[in-house]
């Protein structure tokens, strides 16, 4: 071990060690740090350095790199780490164009980045191996971008991005049991986007206070979850894809004003969707192909009835290909709008459009039904509402029933082929 009274420093030496501080505090500084073994610790601060460069690459086990980069204009951090159970810390503040690198092969890394005040800059993470935890946090910033891909199993990643306006998260990973965790607050034309491709991953995104901002969630493989919950905000756009079967999807749209929600369920079966909206002038899009999907947007969503659409002017367009699919909607308030399209064997919709107590008027439901053993059962209450199903030629032993309550009710039900049930009722 080495003994540090044994030292003396020299005037030569006391003149390097100046001219290192000299060059950590200037513009256009370059750090190379190279470690090769275990338990190594690499540290690098430059402060007021624009256009400078941090290199750090450490082999073996239990490494650790810090990089902090202060008033950074143009300034990169390159983090390279190969071994077992390193960590990577990237810290960047009130810079523009600035990039975070950080690549790590082996198990149970750990990297993390923080962009803070940043315009116009870059978090790269790339974990390979197993086990991999990658954390990134954006502050107060703008047109920021943040990327992480992980390969392998059991892997988590985590963003963050507060008070940033026109900034784009993008998290990809491959194979079994990965989690990815998306914080959007307070901003407005945000982005992110979730990959995952293979079983049981589960993705959840939160956007807070935001507006214009859109959050797109792709899965392929079974058994996958995805969440999404747009809270007060405007014209934000969430939307959710799985491809594969026994997936579920949770999505959530309240104190809002003109948002958007669209889920797609295919190639596979038993996959179940749960869906809320509340405001004005939302959109709900459900296409489900396959056989046994699910899809919860109204009286049957938990112990007090809270799925569905509540508000004015919302639409919901639903689509089912397959057998014995399952869609339940409910609509609360004025002007609300129903497409539905059923295709298939032994599907069945049943929609509540309802007034919510006061003199809400003018709900609108329509839509077709092709193929076999079919169920259509909606139910319209408040004045003015408009109500047609067709159930086209081909198609046999469907059933449609329309229940309307209060004045100026219309109703139009169309059934061709045989064995078909249509009932109306109005009171």
Known sequence: MFNVAQFKITPVAAAMMTLLSVQALA????????????????????TAASLSTVTQTQTGDGNSATADQLADAGSSSTQTQTGNENIATSVQHNGSDVTAIQTQTGNEND??????????????????????????????????QVHIIQ???????????????NSTIDLQQFVDGNDAYVDQAGGSGNTATV???GTGNYSGT??????????????????NEAIVDQLVGEYNQATVWQDGGTNAVLVEQYDAY????????????????YLYQEGDGHSLTVTSVGSDNKVYAGTEYGDYNDGGQFGTGQSATLTQS???????????????ELYFDQSGTGNTLTAVQSDGGGLDVGNYAMGYSHGDYNTVTLDQSGSSNWAEIKQEAGSSYNTATVTQSSLSQTAYITQYGTGNTATTTQN
């Open 111 to 144: 990297a993390r980045s923080t962009q803070n005040g940043e315009t116009g800059s870059i978090s790269s993470t790339v974990q390979n191996g197993n086990t991999h935890d990658a954390s990134v946090t954006q502050l107060s910033g703008s047109v920021n």
């Open 322 to 336: 397959g057998g014995e699919n399952l869609v339940n909607l409910h609509q609360t308030g004025s002007y609300n």
């Open 151 to 165: 390969n392998d199993d059991g892997n988590i990643a985590a963003t963050v991005q507060d008070s940033e306006s």
């Open 27 to 46: 513009d256009n500084s370059t750090s190379t740090q190279t470690q090769d073994g275990a338990t190594n610790q690499a540290t690098v601060i430059q």
């Open 195 to 197: 990959l995952q491709s």
């Open 206 to 223: 939160w956007q807070w206070d935001q507006l214009g901002s859109n959050s797109t969630t792709t899965q392929y493989g079974t058994g």
């Open 258 to 273: 003109g948002v958007t929600a669209s889920v797609s369920q295919s190639g596979g079966d038993n996959n179940l969707s």
